[in-house]
């Protein structure tokens, strides 16, 4: 009985390890970094300290060491040929739902959405799942790092930063709690009623934003009484608000018309902390004090058409370009849905299309979606002391026509097949195997 036992793990392992068994798994999690690694030659940029020619990174235990032309390599060091190659940082998309939805037509794939109007305790990362097909697809479009982030409601809960390469949620965790999202109210909204007449109006615009007003009160008298050292009954709605009202981390408003953006500029201003504005389609229209608030902005989409009927049909594709002209600081986002994190690149390509500097471009989807995010510490760039997360390119990854040849994930060179190469190497083996047949 126990050889029969043991015979058949033998035969589990040796099924579990088969080629096809790992083909199936579609990418595989690669191990930490364990020796030292330098790429000679390469055209490196950094992003924030120009364009370094013939260049070598080397990068160790996850972090770069050393970025330049004059570099000493260390002894047992992996050295690598970048000859002909670009490097350039990961891409960062600012407002994804990457690992926390799979299928849109299958509900239980998705966790995006809270109950409730108040969640600011609810955390994007504790839901991810790590084995997404979504990960993979965005990775090979050269995005290394996302903001997973939930929605609903008035307060939807944290944006998480997360690294597209680990096992689970904690390994692949860059900032758990990195920014508060808050739904601003459509100051025009569809007043419907339920069936046959029955049923009662939503809150009005006023009444919504009466009661972001009075939660965010109730949530800061909270803090200071924390501060006073006053026995509370613990609430972890309010407990997550803490880092808002000390400035720890921002609070990330969705707001695309001009009346909801200059509404939430009024209320940040008032409450005192720092805004994101997220959405942006009427940015342009409150440029001025956007600027003198010093207020960025997280654009959703360059790739949309006219929202209005007297727009120009490249409204959103220019807006990234005019938004720089004003002296708007802002990020270029792929969408928020997970189905669309692999669209950044060429969302911000769309931009570059339409007059935006390629090099502006570059930065909304990479140093200014982290700084935003406050994470411009650990990626972003390529910096000696950053997370060596970083793309090997045959050039801009703004262009589709370019191909990015191996990613690394703080040290990590990852597995670079997705769901999309496997199904494409899948059929074209069947169509391969008809040509034989019919030849």
Known sequence: MRKIRIASRVAFLALAFAPAAVAAQVRMTVPPQSVPVAIQGATIHTVTDGVIENGTIVFDDGLITAIGTDVTIPAGARVVDGTGKHIYPG???????VGISEIGAVGVSSDVNELGDFNPNVRADVAVNAES?????SRSAGVLVAFSTPDGGLVSGMSSALSLEGWSW????????????????????RRFRGFGGQGEDPPSYEEQVQQLKSFFAEARAYRDALGAGEELRTDSRYAAMVPVFDGEIPVVVAANGAAQINDAITWGLEEGIDIVIRGG???????????????????TSTMAAPGREYEGYDGAYSMPARLHEAGVRFAISGGSGS???????????VAVA?????????????????????IDDRVGSLEPGKQATFLITTGTPLDMTNDIE????????????????????????KVMQYLRMVM
Request: proline content about 6%.
């Open 170 to 189: 904690e390994e692949m965790s860059l900032e758990s709690a990195a920014a508060l999202n808050v739904n601003w109210p459509d100051p025009n909204p």
């Open 354 to 374: 339409f007059g935006l500097p390629e090099e502006e471009a570059l930065k909304a989807v990479t140093i200014n979606a982290a700084q935003f995010m406050g």
């Open 281 to 299: 389609a009427d940015a342009i229209h409150v440029a001025d004090r956007l600027v003198a608030n010093d207020i960025p902005v997280i654009l």
């Open 91 to 97: 891409l960062v998309d600012a407002y994804s739902t």
């Open 133 to 137: 097909r979504h990960i993979g697809t």
């Open 339 to 349: 189905l669309y994190t692999n669209r950044l690149p060429w969302e911000a390509g």
């Open 406 to 429: 191996q990613s690394y994930i703080q040290g990590r060179e990852i597995d670079m097949m997705d769901i999309q190469k496997f199904f494409f190497e899948k059929y074209m083996t």
